[in-house]
């Protein structure tokens, strides 16, 4: 079948391998497009994309534009800062107005968890998660398993170890829920204060406190930034404490494999959850992450569109 199951993406949690499969073969595919001297195909020519950011963002925003124009959709980009939000106009009216200009997708990040689900519950637009709270990030945890994937093979049987504040990390869910789903061995590991408190989640991974341990059979490592602007309480010590504890230095490396591969999904916080000559270092892949994110958007949005447009890549 080379259609998606699902009509929205709002997480990876309940997500099909088969729809997983899809979208990273076609982001391959996307991947190899964005490599040829004319990076463009018409694939949603006469489509219109919202990026509706109630968030700051620098990747995510970025990357997803860039999707959009290389498939030749016409996009616009709604920012709440300069928008009538600030005028007290709810979300649903906002998405109304705009919905009414003819728009086809709408892309959305917002602080509250399930405002995705809400949007498309109450409008005629595909919707798709740019990250929601601190629920999930389905996009960024498909461009981490496409980076994976492209530098170890395949993430069958692959241990992923995801270190840092997992409590307040919706790039964390969304990984631990798609790669499990993709065959992958996920443990998490963080100080206690960090921990999820979603149990359920918890009966899907290893948590491991000592940092060391976690990362000696990874073959792939995650570090998550520290999402101060989420801690309503005193959380952590100091950020000296956390990167002598848990940050990925040059010493804590000596415990992993040789060919361990270092992730982030960015922004990083430099000589807290990486030293900086880890995050430039052989090890590191982050700015592979990036690249592969313009081609899983483009593969997101493509597939997702398949029902409404008759144009093929
Ligand atoms: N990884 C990520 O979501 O980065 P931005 O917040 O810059 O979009």
Redo the contacts with the bound molecule.
Sequence with gaps: MSALEIKHLFGLRGVSKHDIRLILDHAKQFREILERPVKKVPSLRGMTVVNLFFE??????TSFELAEKRLSADTVNFTSSNSSVKKGETLVDTLRNIEAMKIDIVVVRHKGTGVPKFLADNSNAIIVNA?DGAHE?PT?ALLDMLTVEEKLGTLEGKNITIIGDIRHSR?ARSNLWGMSTMGAHVTLCGPSTLVPRNTDLMNHVTWEPDVKKAVENADAIIALRLQKERMDDALLPSMREYRNTFGITEELLECAKDKVIIMH???INRGVELDSDIADGEHSVILDQVTNGVAVRMAVLFLLAGGRNNENA
């Excluded at 700051?56 to 925003?61: A, E, G």
């Design positions: 700051n963002s620098t990747r995510t925003r990250g990030h960024q790039v999904p960015g922004p």
